[in-house]
């Protein structure tokens, strides 16, 4: 077995949108730093169009990690550099008011919440090329969203998006072919090399290293590029910090693997979500246009409804039915449109250390939480059905499976459905080791730090104190940055 | 994998979208689903695959635990097939229902994976789309295939007529 090793000021676990930012930050600032990511490097030209190549190239495990249960929760994670701002839709939002004031309250969070938040988002919107979704490139699926915001006077407006120069290929979850989204491997992995910073790929940490209380390094395993398994040990070392940015889910098990336990993994928060489909007599062409355009932000309802353009591979799987009356909408899939709903679901969950080393997601949507998916659910068929739509699969089990009426959308409100009649997919997780000035609550301090440790620090969406209700990369990258900063002073 | 779970996949994988049957139909042997349940399978977690593993025995053994007979899926006539598949997925229990989606999705990746099947679907075409939009213009986008260059934002959005 090769063995790798490696010493840097820091040593920076994955790349996606915390862990570029935060080697981006500390590179610039002169320092040395290793950026170790367990996902190979893929060029644009690597990007394949289809799903199953594309998925197995940078998607976790297909997306079949879930939470425990009887209906398990796909948890879609990024897995390659860039992390999951590799697959994204790269739609930006600042933190709402009402979010950095709670995470005052709570978490003693001033600092990283206060004016200088918005100060590193000025920064990050100009570095990433941040704006509204013209109207060109919004896609039959997003301006269908528009009309429909329109004639129920919904508050919705074309999403910010870090895409400049998008051309509306429709294929942000594959992989941008143009290389227009500043994803982390466009924008901030290159800044960082070219600031000095290294890159191992194809590295899976292990463990933080201790030298008492302080981390001194990290090991792990060099995995093959085809098969992933492992074919090397790594060990590198950490003159000033660690810094874990491995995503909410897997951060806390690194940090239970290192022998950290208080507080570790407990709080997991999560956005899940439902979509609903619409097929149209006119062709809609969700294979054209931003893959997200149009967002209908609810806040005061906990959910926020999104236009999505789904690979064919994934919008045929949702489309009901086998044989003849599937295939012959499978003849017409250029005329569905789709919408989802993210909800700001306030059960908590955990993560822990499963059987064979790998994550064991523990979440349970609240009675409240079902309550949320019924109204976002039933909202997205009417909106669909006032839009004109022929025929709206809501694809939830115990009501009808086709809607033709505005007022069979009520239908979902009435049914007494459960979680598990539902098919959701979380993205956006939270809270896996959370920041907050008291010990007690947090794992780690208001600088990102670990509470109990030095020299090591977690800077990825897992430090959130909670989820937000809106797509959480700006906020993490804004976060990291400050942090980051602080460190590198 | 045993060649009876081998020829079970087939089966029932490729009776969601029957060869000959009307809309977007495979040619006999132009999909092909047991690479790709194997991909598949490889690429997901231990849960998720032993979750395949147990939904192709689901399927193929619900003749039998349906009540329908001592009979394996691949005994049944091809549109029994098919029909049993439309039920399974609407099916009151969870099980059933899920553990087929599971395999719907397997059959949707490989028939939209493959490139002549995925050209035919329509799916690349840049819609004509005809959106009734805010002012009540009808907003046309160019009907050219995605493989072709699609206009930069700086030009001009498409036609309103
Ligand atoms: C499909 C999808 C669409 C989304 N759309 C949006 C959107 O439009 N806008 C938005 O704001 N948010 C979106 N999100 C969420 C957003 O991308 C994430 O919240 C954000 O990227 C999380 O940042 P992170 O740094 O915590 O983790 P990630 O970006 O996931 O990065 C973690 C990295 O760590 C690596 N890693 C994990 N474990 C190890 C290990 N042991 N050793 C080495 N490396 C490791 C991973 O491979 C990965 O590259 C989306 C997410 C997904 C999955």
């Known amino acids: 077995m090769t063995r790798l090793v490696d010493d840097a000021d820091f040593v920076v676990i994955g790349t996606g949108a915390g862990g570029a930012t935060a080697a981006r930050v500390l590179s610039a600032a002169g320092h040395s730093v290793i950026m170790v990511e367990e996902g190979p490097s893929l060029g644009k030209q690597a990007r394949a169009r289809g799903l199953l190549d594309a998925m197995s190239q940078s998607v976790r495990d297909f997306a079949t990690v879930a939470t425990e249960g009887i209906a398990p929760i796909p948890l879609l994670q990024g897995r390659c550099v860039g992390g999951s701002t590799a697959i994204n839709s790269g739609i930006i939002w600042r933190t709402p008011a009402d979010v950095r004031l709670a995470w005052r309250r709570d978490y003693g969070l001033d600092d990283l919440v206060g004016p200088g938040l918005d100060r590193a988002f000025d920064v990050i919107e100009e570095e990433l090329g941040v704006a509204t979704v013209e109207s060109s490139v919004m896609g039959g699926n997003g301006h269908l969203m528009a009309h429909a915001a329109d004639l129920l006077g919904l508050p919705g407006r074309p999403m910010r998006r870090n895409v400049p120069g998008c051309r509306g290929r429709a294929r942000c979850l594959q992989g941008c072919p143009e290389g227009a989204r500043q994803s982390m491997d466009v924008a901030y992995v290159p800044r960082a090399l070219e600031s000095g910073a290294r890159l191992h790929t194809l590295c899976r940490a292990r463990r933080v290293l201790f030298r008492g209380s302080r981390a001194t390094g990290v090991e792990g395993v060099a995995l093959d590029a085809c098969t992933r398994k492992p074919i090397g040990k790594f060990r590198f070392s950490a003159h000033r910090a660690v810094i874990l940015a491995a995503g909410a889910i897997h951060t806390p098990l690194l940090l239970l693997q290192s022998g950290l336990r208080r507080n570790v993994g407990d709080g997991f928060q999560a956005h899940p979500g439902v979509a609903v489909l619409g097929r149209f007599r006119e062709q809609v062409g969700m294979g054209y246009g931003a893959s997200q355009a149009y967002e209908v932000p609810l806040r005061d309802r906990d959910m926020k409804l999104e236009s999505i353009s789904l690979p064919p591979e994934l919008l045929a799987t949702r489309i009901p039915g086998a044989g003849a009356t599937w295939q012959q909408n499978l003849a017409r899939l250029n005329h569905f449109a789709q919408w989802c709903a993210i909800i700001r679901m306030e059960t908590r969950g955990r993560v822990r250390r499963g059987l064979f080393g790998g994550p064991r997601v523990h979440y349970r949507p609240t009675h409240r939480d079902v309550e949320r998916l019924k109204q976002a659910a039933s909202l997205l068929a009417r909106m669909l059905l006032t839009a004109g739509a022929e025929e709206v699969y809501p694809g939830i089990s115990g009501v009808r499976s086709v809607m033709t009426e505005a007022a069979q959308a009520d239908e979902i409100l009435a049914a007494p459905l459960r979680q598990r009649d539902f098919h959701l997919m979380a993205s956006h997780h939270f809270a896996s080791a959370k920041a907050s000035n008291d010990a007690r609550h947090g794992v780690v301090a208001p600088d990102l730090g670990v509470h109990g440790a030095q020299g090591l620090y977690v800077m990825d969406a897992s430090a959130l104190p909670s989820n937000m209700g809106v797509n959480p990369q700006h906020t993490i990258m804004g976060v990291v940055m400050q942090a980051a900063e602080r460190l590198a002073s | ?161």
């Open chain 2, 1 to 161: 994998m045993t060649r009876l779970e081998c020829t079970w996949i087939t089966d029932i994988v490729a009776a969601f979208a029957p060869p000959g049957g009307p809309g977007l139909a495979p040619g006999t042997l132009e999909v092909d689903y047991l690479l790709v349940f194997r991909r598949v399978g490889r690429e997901a977690t231990r849960r998720a695959a032993f979750g395949l593993r147990i939904a192709v025995w689901v399927v193929a053994l619900s003749p039998i635990l349906l009540g329908r007979g001592m009979r394996t899926f691949s005994r049944l006539r091809p549109c029994e097939q098919t029909a049993l598949l439309g039920q399974l997925l609407a099916h009151r229990l969870f099980a059933f229902r899920e553990l087929t989606l599971l395999l719907k999705f397997v059959a949707a990746i490989a028939l939209l994976g493959t490139d002549s099947v995925r050209e035919r679907s329509g799916y690349d075409l840049q819609a004509a789309t005809s959106v009734q939009t805010g002012t009540g213009a009808r907003h046309h986008l160019p009907l050219v295939p995605a493989s072709e260059p699609a206009r930069m934002p700086s030009e001009p959005p498409g036609e309103l007529v």
